[in-house]
């Protein structure tokens, strides 16, 4: 059974440092592969996707992600935090050909401190 | 992106009431889902919505309790039945639009069973 793991439960960052959230995965073959970030109040934000090809993709608000396949991580970068940045961060997986629905990680929360 | 909108967009019902959530998408769809956030938590997969046919449902949700409606290809209801308190969550739909395996969630419905 596939499954994803964030170890951070908890992130505190200042603005204007650097980002990174950690995802790992375990699945039977190359999952597909997203984070969404959830603000307060907010619905659930595609922030970025994974599927083949290129292993750095980019995303919305400045952020991207590198997938590692030895690693079986899918980590997320930002390289300067803006206090707006402030949410719950998600990291799922599904599987090849995107007709299913998807496994979450239990999110990693973003302090900002200014 | 898909605009997906859910009804209601919360409520407060009483143990043993049911109470059916709507989601619609302005979007062609192809893929429609039920997710459910317990306070605090990461998102799980309940079921998906087939159009025309019964829901395909995850390990721990049955159709008894949580069954669920997509009677055209943008329209789908999820309906909780029997509440008890440990149902409070929020709900939340989400949709594949066309063929870009991108899943897109809707606002969600905020549950609280008293």
């Known amino acids: 059974a596939q499954s994803v793991t964030q170890p951070d439960i908890h992130i505190t960052v200042s603005e204007g440092a650097s980002l990174e959230l950690r995802c790992n995965y375990s699945y039977g073959a190359t999952p597909y592969l997203f984070w969404y970030v959830q603000s307060p109040g907010q619905g659930l934000q595609l922030l970025l996707k994974y599927f083949s090809g290129d292993t750095l993709v980019q995303g919305i608000k400045g952020f991207e992600a590198e997938f590692k396949r030895s690693q079986s991580s899918f980590n997320l970068r930002k390289p300067s935090v803006h206090w707006s940045d402030a949410a719950e961060y998600f990291c799922?997986?599904?599987?090849?050909?995107?007709?299913?629905?998807?496994?979450f990680g239990k999110g990693t929360h973003l302090i900002i401190q200014p | 992106s898909a605009v997906i909108s859910q009804k209601p967009s919360r409520d407060i019902c009483q143990r043993g009431t049911s109470l059916t959530i709507q989601c619609q998408v302005d979007s062609q769809v192809t893929m429609m889902f039920w997710y459910r956030q317990q306070p605090g938590q990461s998102l799980t997969l309940i079921a998906t919505?087939?159009?025309?046919?019964?829901?395909?449902?995850e390990s721990g949700f049955v159709i008894d309790k949580f069954p669920i409606s997509r009677p055209n290809l943008t329209f789908s209801t999820l309906t909780v039945s029997n509440m008890s308190p440990e149902d409070s969550s929020i709900y939340l739909c989400s949709a594949i639009i066309g063929f870009r395996y991108e899943q897109y969630f809707g606002p969600g419905t905020r549950l609280t069973v008293t």
């Open positions: 799922a997986v599904g599987a090849p050909g995107g007709a299913d629905g998807l496994t």
């Open positions: 919505a087939n159009q025309g046919s019964e829901a395909t449902y």
